[in-house]
């Protein structure tokens, strides 16, 4: 149980152009999910926390215009890059949480190069 | 900002020995959590510890907490190739809330 799923795993864009990265819990009810980015060889940032129907509370430096987060449903929340640059490319990770739950589970993780 | 620091940055060791990780931390927390990651995979949940709790084992793993030196260790026994792997901790400061990361140790181990 408790299984997060991203899509896509990877995506190559062109400068100026937006990327819609999905985050998915398969098999529980996710009240909260949280979006991380994780630049190479380095440790995951806190970029969002997302409730479900509600705005999505961004972290400082995170501008909230350029990433935006829709939690929809209990089972769904997108992380939407507009006009990405070059500088955006990272590897954007999802976790999902319960209120019943300590841990989070996290997806397998979005490779995003904007060329 | 990150709270945790993660030492040593990057461990090298042998096949069977054991790996131990520490982690400090700067504020008060609910639990201290460890995951492992895999080179651009996602992240995996190890074992969570309560800030009410000292120890924990969980098959070869056995964290640490020390509340008073804000300090947590990961120790992992016999270690095999396959453990290679990042590993991070993480401090929630409130149960279920937000984790915080900290820089993560880079474990290789050699067959």
């Known amino acids: 149980g408790a299984v997060v799923s991203q899509h896509p795993s990877w995506v190559i864009c062109k400068s100026g152009t937006s990327v819609k990265i999905e985050c998915r819990s398969l098999?529980?009810?996710?009240?909260?999910m949280f979006w991380y980015r994780q630049f190479p060889k380095q440790s995951l940032m806190l970029m969002a926390t997302?409730?479900?129907?509600?705005?999505?509370?961004?972290e400082q430096g995170v501008e909230k215009d350029k990433f935006l987060i829709n939690h929809a449903s209990l089972t769904l929340s997108t992380l939407t890059v507009t006009s990405a640059h070059p500088e955006d490319s990272s590897f954007y990770i999802c976790?999902?949480?319960?209120?019943?739950?300590?841990?989070?589970?996290f997806g397998p993780g979005t490779r995003l190069t904007v060329t | 900002s990150q709270q945790g620091e993660e030492d040593p940055q990057a461990l090298s060791i042998q096949e069977g020995e054991n790996a131990t990780m520490n982690c400090s931390y700067k504020?008060?927390?609910?639990?201290l959590q460890w995951y492992r990651q895999n080179s651009g995979r996602g992240l995996v949940h190890l074992i969570l510890?309560?800030?009410?709790?000292r120890e924990k084992h969980s098959g070869r793993l056995r964290v640490t907490l020390d509340t008073s030196k804000k300090s947590s260790s990961l120790l992992i026994t016999a270690s095999r190739a396959a453990d290679t792997a990042s590993y991070f901790c993480?401090?929630?400061?409130?149960?279920?809330?937000?984790?915080?990361f900290g820089g993560g140790t880079r474990l290789m181990v050699k067959p």
């Open positions: 976790s999902a949480r319960t209120p019943a739950l300590y841990e989070q589970y």
């Open positions: 098999d529980f009810q996710a009240t909260t």
């Open positions: 997302s409730n479900e129907g509600s705005k999505a509370t961004y």
């Open positions: 504020t008060s927390i609910n639990n």
């Open positions: 510890i309560r800030s009410n709790e």
């Open positions: 993480a401090t929630g400061l409130s149960a279920g809330n937000m984790l915080t």
